[in-house]
């Protein structure tokens, strides 16, 4: 079941300079930054109510957000949906129709991620995320 938004993901190519900007804009610091080796990130996160803005950085040539960046310039990037359950969940989108992008696997901010294509869901592209100690 999805419960909340739990966080906008917005791919920067200028980290320093975006993070500036969140912070006057929010008022407060990020709050917590992290390398995610296996997808070519760095992300920054900034709480904003119940729920999240993560930047996302580009650390590799090849990885997903360098190849959106070439594509379509800084900007939103996904929009993340909390859900209790990522399998169950994974299931029932699928059975509807839901075209997935990967399998289940480890993301930033102690979760587990899934993500849905944006053919099936209106251009965006919807991520899934549960969190680890859930299970």
Known sequence: MITKIEHIGIAVKDP???NEIFEKLLGHASF???LIESQGVKTYFYQVGE???ELLESTSDKSPINKYLQKRGEGM???ALHVEDIHLELERLTNLGFETIG???KGADN???CFLH???TSGV???LCQELNQL
Do not use: D
């Open 77 to 79: 990037h996904h929009l």
């Open 32 to 34: 917590k930054s992290e």
């Open 16 to 18: 320093k300079k975006s």
């Open 118 to 120: 944006p053919k099936s």
């Open 103 to 105: 399998e289940v696997s």
């Open 51 to 53: 729920s999240k803005i």
């Open 125 to 127: 592209l919807i991520e």
């Open 111 to 113: 979760k587990l991620i």
